[in-house]
């Protein structure tokens, strides 16, 4: 499986937009995309996933690199909720049976 | 309740002894799965199961023991846990095609001590 780099951690305003970066220089052209993140004392939830384009949802949106060795979450307008692990993960198109290799995520903090 | 679940929430048991954990899907997704999270590792796959009947090793799955008899359930077994499963475990589902079957879903976790 194909690996994600992301910094362990860091810091946002509240109500400033938020750009989570992930590398994953060695992505494949059947690997899609996935961001999860991980609320204290909670289990995962799924925030976003994406192929080749750009995508927007009600919780964020996600901007994909061209050569597609790079993603950003981005959080548009971060509130003290928005605190949390947020996880970068390759899955691949043709595994039907959805398996996340989680690696450590990076640990957003929200001031007020 | 709809949803998955977990329980028990909270364990503590001794070395050498049979613990389960279970998991419980109102939904009828056909996969399920078990990760544990412990310091410094994230989450870890553990077993997953495509459907009744059906499961197959993930990461870290020595010491474990799955079974899934009913879609709803997916049980845990640890048969003679040891120190090295104290750890937060947590259960995942998500449905076999469509556009939701990107997205697991997870339930809350059951946090267990080995002493």
């Known amino acids: 499986d194909a690996k994600t780099t992301q910094p362990n951690s860091m810091e946002s305003n509240e109500e400033e937009p938020v750009h989570l970066p992930c590398n994953h220089s060695?992505?494949?052209?059947?690997?899609?995309i996935h961001w999860y993140r991980q609320l204290p004392s909670q289990g995962p939830e799924y925030v976003i996933h994406g192929l080749t384009s750009n995508v927007n949802n009600r919780m964020a949106s996600l901007a994909i690199a061209e050569d597609r060795k790079s993603s950003t979450l981005i959080l548009h307008r971060a509130t003290l909720r928005d605190a949390a692990v947020y996880y970068c993960?390759?899955?691949?198109?043709?595994?039907?049976?959805?398996?996340?290799?989680f690696g450590q995520g990076t640990t957003l903090q929200v001031k007020p | 309740d709809a949803g998955i679940t977990q329980s028990p929430r909270y364990k503590i048991t001794e070395t050498g002894r049979q613990v389960t954990l279970m998991c419980h899907q109102t939904?009828?997704?056909?996969?399920m799965f078990w990760y544990r999270q412990d310091l410094g590792h994230g989450l870890r796959l553990i077993y997953y199961?495509?459907?009744?009947?059906?499961?197959d090793k993930g990461e870290v799955p020595d010491g474990y023991v799955v079974s899934r008899s009913k879609t709803e359930n997916f049980p845990l077994t640890l048969e003679s846990a040891t120190r090295s499963q104290t750890s937060v475990y947590f259960c995942?589902?998500?449905?076999?095609?469509?556009?939701?079957?990107?997205?697991?879903?997870f339930g809350p976790g059951t946090r267990l001590t080995v002493l």
């Open positions: 060695t992505i494949s052209g059947t690997d899609y």
């Open positions: 199961s495509a459907a009744a009947d059906i499961t």
């Open positions: 939904w009828s997704h056909s996969y």
């Open positions: 993960i390759l899955r691949v198109l043709s595994s039907n049976t959805g398996k996340l290799i």
């Open positions: 995942a589902s998500r449905t076999p095609s469509g556009g939701r079957a990107n997205e697991q879903f």
